[in-house]
Structure formats: C-alpha cells, structure tokens
C-alpha cells in the first residue's frame, strides 16, 4: 500500500512538474514591440533637485520629492499639471511631459517647439525660448536663458524673444554649430556656451574639399538625390575652425588654429577667458592640448603632447576642479589604460590620480572640497561597471558599489549620495537603489523583478577563453530552452568585434538582447566574443588591429569557434554568424576565410572595403589606403568573393550614410561577375540601422534565413 502510495505521489509530482514546464510561454520576435511585460521595473524621471538631498520621481500620476530619509512629498498631480497648462494657454495633457530641474523650485521642459519654465510653487507657466525640434544641434543656457541652434548650415540664438543670426553664409559648404570630424575623438556636437554663458563658441568647418555622395530618395515620383558629404579614407577633407561669439557685441573672433587639424575635446575655463583644445593632426600620432585667449583667438601655449606610432585617441574634455580655474583632469590612455591625471593651466603634472590595469569609463565629479574623484571603472572586472571615488591626497580608491554587474549611478550635487541603477546577467534585470557616498545602501528605491520569469528561455554563461598571446578573451553562450546534454544544437554566433564596443557585459541576459534570447529559446547555441580590438580593454588590447583589420579579430574568433567544436552537444556542421556594420564587415570575412566552419551568415550594412569609408575612423585604425595598400588588400572583401561557399545573404539600408549601400552593392556585383550565389535585401530610406517595427520586420528576416538554411 505504502509503495503504491509513493508511485502515485511521485507520479502526481512528475505531472505537476511536467506541466509547470510547459505552461512556461514561448519567447516571441514580436514580445518586444507588442509586449511591455517582458521589459524589466523603470521609475520615470528620477532625478536629483539641484543642491539638496531630495529627489524627484513620477509615479501613480504625481511628481514627487523624496528626501534620502525617506519622506514623500507630492509636488504635483497630473490633475493640477493640466490645469496649469490650459492657464498658460496650452493643451491639458494626460501624462508628464519630461521635466528638467532648472532650480530648487523651477523645472524646464519643451512643447510645441517652444521651451517653457515651470515653478513648481506658485503654478505658474512661463515662455522661456524658442526651441526648434528640427535643428540637427541645439544647446540651452540656462544663466542666460539663450538657446543657440543650428538651421541647415547656419547658426542662430534665440535671446529675450528674438531670433539672432550667428553666421548667415550662403555657401552649404560653410557649416556652423554641427559636430565635426563624423563625430568621432569625443566630438558629439558643435556648440559650446561659455561658463557663465556670455560668450558661445562653435565649430565652423569648410565641406569645400569634400566629396558629394548620392543618396537615392524613392519617395518622389521620380526618385531624386539627397547628397551628403562624405570625406572617403585618403580623399579630401574638411578644415574646421573654432569661433567664439559675443552676444552683447554681436562680434566674432577666430582662435588661431592649423587648418590641418582635427581639433576635439573643447573646454572652456571656469573664468570663461580660456579655451583649451585638444588638437589633432589627420594622422592621428601627435596630440596638442592648446590654449587659447578667448577674447582674441590667439594662440598661448602648448600645455602637453602625446605621441604613438598607432594612433593618439582623445576622448574627453578637460574637468577643471570646483570653484578653481587653473587645475584640471585630463583623461589620458598614454600609459596603457584610460586614466586621470590632474595638471595646472601651464601644463605641470601634479600628480597621477588613478593607475593600474582598467580604465575609467566615466568622469564624475569632485566633492565640494575637492579632496575626492568619482569616477566609473572596469577595475573590478572588464564586464562590470562601478562607482569608484579616489582621494587626492592618499591616491586611496574606495569601491562603492557592491554587487557584481553594471551599475549606472547619478550623484547628487554636494556628492553625499547617489542612486544606483544595477543590472547584473545572474539575477537581477534592473533595480534602483539609493547610498551614501561612504558606500553604505540606504534603501531599495524599486525592487527587482524578473520580468522573463514565466518565459521559456536558455540558460546564459560567461566565461573566458585565452588568445595565442595568453589574453583573456570574454565569451557569452546562450542554451537553447529545454537543453538536452544528449542532443545536437546548431549554433548561431553573433559578432561585432570592431572598437570602442563591447558584446559580452555583466548586465540583464549579459548584454545579449530579445533577439539573441530568442534564438536561443527557438533551439540554437548562440554564442558571442569580444575579440582583440573591441574596447574597454586598454589600449595593447585595442590597437593590435593597427593597419590589419580583421586579422586578430578572426584569430580569435576562432578561438570561440574551436571552443564550440569541443562541446559535445554542439553540431560542428551546423555553424551560423550574423552580425552589423564591423560585424557585418566580420560576418562576411568569416564566411569567406573561413568557409569551411561557417554554413550561413548574415552580414547587415557590412564595411566590405576600407577605401570606401571615412577618414577619421578608416585612416586611424588602416592609416591611407596609399600609406598601407596591402592592408587594404587583404581586408577588401571584393577579393575573397571567390572563396565563399555557404549562404549569405546582405541586408543594407538604402539611405545609410555610415557604410554606405556602395559596400554591399559591390560585393553582389562581384558575387554576379564570379557566378556565385548570394542573397540579397534592402530596407528601402532607412540608414545605418533598421529601426522601429521594421526592425521586427529584419529580425524576422533574419530567423527565418538561418531557419531555412542551417
């Protein structure tokens, strides 16, 4: 009796369990778009109010203030917002719109191309500027109340209700107040207000030298051109300029720089009588951080200089110390990895703040005293990301953060405290946290949830592997769902593997994405490495690619490759690659060096011949193509067409002003002209990425491909 019971019960309990597997619901290409549920916990507009201890949050239709003690306070309902806004003569609204703290009681927030004040005390609306969505570059000051922006090639301000012309050049080729430089070194954009915002600095640069490229706009009824101008590795380029501005004098001055230069990383001083540059030359060996009057544009003095026969890469601006105007930090790589070293405005080292082999990935800040640094940092680990501080005096670094994975913090003004936004690929897909800068965890501000919990999903794993030089090299594998150990998978790698990127991170699913998750959950390894010349790993690491792209790249690649033979329930006939931009420039690569391993690829908007792309980024890691025609040679994929074997299909975007669709479109005209079959599509006006639900549209095309195939 007692045996026939225990069969029953066990039974029973094998049931049970059998069907609490099979209620898991299956992850879907689509659940990203259509389904909000599989998102992780977010707490709308947290921020911290300008020197306080207080912060601000949306929730449940109010904005509320929470003291770090834990008092709430409701600012505002929705209700009362709305209202509001019907007195000032605006549309009610049914939701916050994003709101920035100007001051303790005003926030700022922009409608209907207008920029409006808001005081939070006394309800009241008012106009502050102008503030044209349209413009490609635009910059509030908030001292001054003055907006400066960018309408096609010119500049303007908008100051006390009226509009200023900054420059008003006819010539399209004269751009002002727009990044420069195809915004690489640290360049993000082309408009610098002065401290204090009386004076206002920006980019001019001259187009004249550079090619015109088509674009082909379908749209029309017959289609028409959209040109762009695109400075082609070895061709003509720009020459920039940096202006100063003064709004109460209506007058310009030119600092006085080589034409030659890339000039990046621009900093006014505190006192607003200084701009410092950190100027470039087109070969990207020899660095000058210069300083400038900015009352007349004269040059003064060459504060530092570095120099390396593979590239100098300045990333940052200059930190000048609170309340200080001649001492700085200056972020620097010139020992191997990217650290912080405090100088004076003449150009004396005090001394080095932080060393050793990581790097910082953030400036923070100094407290009030400047007796300490905060700053993010790899120096737990390559994959992670934590909150560091570093005294002055002692050079002594504290940790602040404590549980592994990737941690975006914001501290607040007086820096005595901070909110932690933590990620991590074991557990925990995102949870908001408050401390102290001494490192002690206050509260939990929203707690953990796993919102794939009830999703049949892989197993995720990160790990190492060794390269032929002994280097670590970091790997994620994704487990199809319902792993059997006794089964054959196919696999699918996904690669990037260019610079400043990195794949394989300690954050939800380990970096990997819906995408990936779902390959996985569809039955495929899906498997990802960070190769040498992909980025946070110090500058060795970085810059073996110098003048070979793609060698040691596919060198190591293929040290994961080999790792995936050697696992017994992987299908070694059965090995796929996708990827994007240098991915696809990899994929592609991999397809055809390697096409005895790989049987399918997608390569998406693929770099197939260095010639083909920009100047600032191709000349850095390829130098000419006439200074290093046989590293040209050998990574142009037009000359490898006949060595490709498995499926391939390219997908590019037709209006992609990146890699433009001249790359892809040269390989299937090779492809033709070789007889070899290839497959081919187009995302008609969209550029470099597929974005939207289109982009499920792509993902969809992309399954299916290796669906079929592998």
């Not at 225990?6 to 609490?20: A, E, P, R, V």
């Not at 800068?437 to 999903?457: Q, R, W």
């Not at 994929?587 to 690829?601: I, N, P, Q, R």
């Not at 037009?638 to 997908?651: A, F, S």
Request: neutral net charge; glycine residues 6%; charged residues 25%.
């Amino acid at each position: 009796m007692n045996i026939l019971r225990s069969f029953f019960l066990f039974t029973f309990i094998g049931l049970l369990g059998m069907n609490i597997y099979a209620q898991k619901q299956e992850l879907k290409l689509s659940d990203p778009y259509t389904n909000p549920a599989v998102y992780p916990v977010y707490m709308s507009q947290l921020q911290w109010i300008p020197s306080s201890d207080d912060y601000s949050v949306v929730e449940d239709g109010k904005l509320k203030k929470v003291s770090v003690k834990g008092k709430e306070t409701t600012l505002i309902e929705i209700a009362t917002l709305s209202s509001d806004f019907e007195k000032a003569g605006l549309k009610p609204v049914k939701r916050f719109p994003s709101l920035s703290w100007e001051d303790a009681s005003n926030m700022t927030f922009v409608k209907a191309d207008t920029l409006y004040e808001y005081n939070i005390t006394n309800h009241e609306i008012k106009k502050i500027s102008y503030y044209p969505s349209s413009s490609d570059v635009i910059k509030y000051e908030k001292n001054t109340k003055q907006v400066a922006y960018t309408r096609e090639n010119n500049l303007y301000i908008y100051s006390k209700g009226k509009e200023i012309a900054v420059t008003s050049e006819e010539d399209k080729n004269i751009v002002s107040g727009q990044t420069v430089s195809r915004s690489e070194y640290g360049i993000t954009h082309g408009i610098f207000w002065s401290p204090k915002g009386n004076l206002l600095a920006y980019y001019q640069k001259d187009e004249s030298n550079v090619s015109d490229y088509p674009l082909v706009n379908i749209d029309t009824r017959v289609a028409t051109l959209k040109d762009i101008k695109y400075p082609m590795a070895g061709m003509g380029t720009e020459i920039v300029k940096l202006h100063v501005y003064n709004p109460k004098t209506a007058k310009t001055v030119v600092l006085d720089t080589d034409d030659k230069m890339y000039l990046t990383n621009i900093t006014w001083s505190p006192d607003e009588k200084y701009i410092f540059i950190q100027v470039l030359n087109r070969a990207t060996d020899h660095m000058w951080l210069n300083k400038y009057d900015a009352t007349n544009g004269k040059f003064l003095k060459t504060l530092l200089e570095e120099t390396n026969d593979k590239w100098v890469e300045p990333q940052n601006p200059l930190y000048f110390l609170n309340g200080v105007n001649n001492k700085f930090v200056y972020l620097s790589q010139k020992d191997g990895y990217m650290h912080a070293y405090l100088y004076d405005t003449e150009g004396k080292l005090i001394k080095q703040l932080t060393k050793g082999e990581w790097i910082i990935t953030e400036y923070l800040g100094f407290n009030d005293k400047n007796t300490e640094m905060y700053f993010m940092s790899t120096k737990e680990s390559p994959i992670q990301r934590h909150l560091y501080k570093v005294n002055v005096k002692s050079g002594k670094i504290t940790k602040l953060t404590d549980i592994h994975g990737t941690h975006r913090v914001e501290l607040n003004d007086n820096k005595k405290f901070f909110t932690d936004v933590l990620s991590n690929y074991t557990d925990i897909a995102r949870e908001y946290r408050l401390y102290n800068t001494k490192g002690k965890m206050l509260k939990v501000l929203k707690e953990n949830k796993s919102p794939l919990k009830d999703f049949n999903i892989g197993e995720t794993s990160i790990s190492t592997l060794k390269a032929d030089d002994g280097t670590d090299l970091y790997y994620r594998l994704i487990k199809p769902a319902n792993f059997d150990s006794t089964k054959k998978y196919p696999v699918l790698v996904y690669v990037y593997g260019g610079p400043h990127a990195q794949m394989v991170n300690d954050t939800w699913m380990g970096g990997s994405g819906f995408f990936l998750q779902t390959m996985a959950a569809k039955g495929y390894v899906v498997f990802t490495l960070d190769n040498r010349g992909s980025g946070n790993r110090g500058f060795k690491f970085e810059s073996i690619i110098h003048r070979q792209l793609g060698v040691t790249e596919m060198k190591d690649q293929m040290v994961g490759v080999d790792y995936l033979k050697s696992l017994p329930y992987v299908d070694t006939t059965r090995i796929g690659v996708d990827g994007w931009s240098f991915g696809g420039f990899m994929t592609t690569s991999l397809m055809t060096d390697h096409a005895e391993t790989f049987k399918v690829g997608v390569a998406g908007g693929p770099v197939i011949d260095w010639k083909y792309y920009e100047v600032m980024y191709g000349e850095r890691y390829m130098d000419t193509p006439e200074e290093n025609p046989e590293g040209y040679k050998n990574a142009s994929l037009l000359n490898k067409v006949d060595e490709l074997q498995g499926h391939l299909m390219l997908i590019h975007g037709t209006m992609d002003p990146t890699v433009v669709w001249q790359h892809s479109l040269l390989f299937i005209k090779e492809c033709v002209k070789q007889q070899k079959p290839i497959d081919y599509f187009v995302y008609p006006d969209h550029e470099h990425n597929v974005r939207g639900m289109d982009r499920l549209h792509l993902e969809t095309k992309i399954a299916r491909y290796f669906d079929d195939f592998l």
